[in-house]
């Protein structure tokens, strides 16, 4: 009989990136303790090696819900606050604390989960928190997986929402003209990778995890709305026109497609990404539509 592979802690494993990455894990043969938020456990899939343990960023967590874990993923992320204050003290703050737990567990490997809002030149509010937990883990050998908008048909995340966006509008809202450059990554690219770095030494500089070319935002509602077998008409809007919609359609506790802080992420300019790991390593990222 075939030895499980090591057991591995993973945060925000009932979300988007999460329970992918624990499938993923499952599949290749690991055991997984899953860090989910109060009340969640219920979400998590049965499985003999799988351990839901309940947990929330900027909360302790008992040492004895780690037993046998040898390396931890960090890929959970809490959109409640949105003040920076409250964001900083459950996002960074937090981050920082279960990395500190994490280590008196005696975990060896670390990946905290990224995003390119980090290296963007106007961070989003969500930007600038991963790129201060970026900035401590670069300084305490715990490797950065930066990624890239990360895409699955039918998904979750920012790209599910655009989905949603395209379905339910017969005209869509360009932010600017839609020019903006996006670099993106399939949901599989992302669960494979960030399984790979699990046996990797950890690097001095974040993992640029994406295609390696572009697409602009109108091409990828585009190919978004192909996909749909929809007819759809674009209009660019200035970005203010937007940015004051979604404010009054929050204010007013209309369902939006998405929060202006995914907005910002959208839109924000950020350089090419240096895809140096990705060629040392001889790591292929397939096409992301």
């Known amino acids: 009989m075939t ?4 057991m591995i802690a993973v945060t925000g ?5 999460g329970s992918a990455l624990v499938q993923y894990l499952l599949s290749r043969g690991h055991g997984v303790v899953a860090l989910v938020r109060a009340g969640r456990v219920i979400e998590v899939p049965r499985h003999p090696r799988l351990r839901p343990v309940e947990y929330s960023l900027g909360h302790e967590l008992p040492i004895e819900a780690l037993k046998g874990c040898v390396a931890g ?3 959970a992320y809490d959109f409640s606050p949105t003040n920076w204050t409250e964001i900083q003290r459950v996002n960074v703050d ?11 567990a005696g975990m060896g490997r670390i990946i905290f989960v990224s995003s390119r809002s980090a290296g963007a030149a106007e961070r989003s509010f969500y930007g600038r928190a991963k790129r201060e937990i970026e900035e401590y883990c670069l300084s305490t050998g715990i490797s950065v997986l930066r990624c890239g908008l990360v895409t699955s048909r039918g998904g979750r995340g920012l790209f599910g929402a655009l989905e949603r966006l395209v379905s339910q509008l017969p005209v869509i809202p360009l932010a600017g003209r839609g020019r903006q450059s996006l670099y993106l ?4 690219d992302f669960c494979e990778v960030t399984t790979y770095l699990i046996n990797r030494p950890a690097t001095n500089a974040p993992i640029e995890l994406a295609f390696s070319e572009p697409f602009t935002l109108r091409e990828i509602l585009s190919r978004i709305a192909t996909s749909q077998k929809a007819r759809r008409i674009f209009v660019p809007v200035p970005i203010w026109v937007i940015r004051t919609a979604l404010r009054i359609l929050a204010a007013a506790g209309a369902p939006i497609p998405f929060g202006e802080d995914n907005l910002d992420s959208l839109v924000a300019p950020s350089c090419p990404p240096d ?3 990705l060629r040392a390593e001889h790591i292929a990222v397939q096409h992301p539509l």
Do not use: C, D, M, N
């Open 3 to 6: 030895e499980p592979l090591p």
């Open 73 to 75: 993923v960090h890929a």
């Open 13 to 17: 494993a009932t979300g988007y990136l």
């Open 94 to 104: 937090g981050s920082v604390a279960l990395f500190e737990q994490w280590r008196a």
């Open 275 to 277: 895809f140096a790991f």
């Open 185 to 188: 990554v399939r949901l599989e």
